[in-house]
């Protein structure tokens, strides 16, 4: 059965404090990793998706890094702006369905 | 306006009840979903549909149904609703040759 779990389950920042959030995945065969950013009342926000170990993608000061068995997303200097909920989904070779995590809430005090 | 566009955004009911939420689409996808997502946990699949045609169960399927009406509509429907069906509900799309997914805005449903 695929599995994601994703750590801490909150992070309380100091504006400009960098940090990572931590998704673990174990599935059959992996087609695909997703992050996604989620405000409270609205629907998930599409991040990044990363295929392959050793990929590494970047939007602002976010940094989605991927290995064989986890994930992570580095913020950098982080804003109260960047306050949310993330959230990584992996999506198996056998189909297109997404497998969510529980989501890292991140809060970021001025 | 909003590409993936869900009625309504809130609702009350009872127990019993029969209930549809609607769910639209302007991306031109083909693939759209349901999820709910309840706190602590993650986003749970319902029900997927590849095209009009399509309809696939997901992890949670048990009490639920959809219809797809047109490329562009997917119904969820409650036939009698229980208060553990209380949960955000989110509708979400994608195309053939990407696969990341557009989330609607979200439904807030609770039974009582």
Not at chain 2, 5 to 25: A, F, V, Y
């Amino acid at each position: 059965e695929d599995q994601v779990t994703q750590s801490p389950e909150a992070l309380r920042l100091q504006e400009g404090e960098s940090s990572s959030l931590n998704c673990s995945y174990t599935v059959s065969g992996l087609r695909g990793l997703f992050w996604y950013r989620q405000d409270p009342g609205k629907g998930p926000e599409f991040l990044f998706t990363l295929y392959s170990a050793g990929e590494e993608k970047e939007k602002e000061r976010l940094k989605a890094t991927l290995t064989k068995k986890e994930s992570f997303l580095h913020i950098t200097a982080p804003k109260p702006e960047d306050s949310a909920t993330y959230l990584c989904a992996v999506q198996t070779v056998n189909d297109y369905k997404l497998s969510f995590g529980a989501g890292t809430t991140v809060t970021v005090r001025a | 306006d909003a590409d993936v566009t869900q009625t309504p955004r809130n609702r009350i009911t009872k127990t019993g009840k029969r209930i549809m939420l609607e769910c639209s689409q302007t991306k031109g996808h083909d693939r759209m979903y349901w999820y709910r997502q309840d706190p602590g946990l993650g986003l749970q699949l319902i029900y997927y549909s590849f095209d009009v045609k399509d309809i696939n169960k997901g992890e949670i399927s048990d009490g639920y149904s959809v219809s797809r009406q047109a490329q562009a509509k997917f119904s969820l429907s409650l036939e009698s609703a229980i208060p553990n069906q209380t949960a955000l509900y989110f509708c979400a799309t994608s195309d053939l040759h990407n696969e990341e997914q557009f989330f609607g805005p979200g439904t807030r449903l609770t039974v009582l």
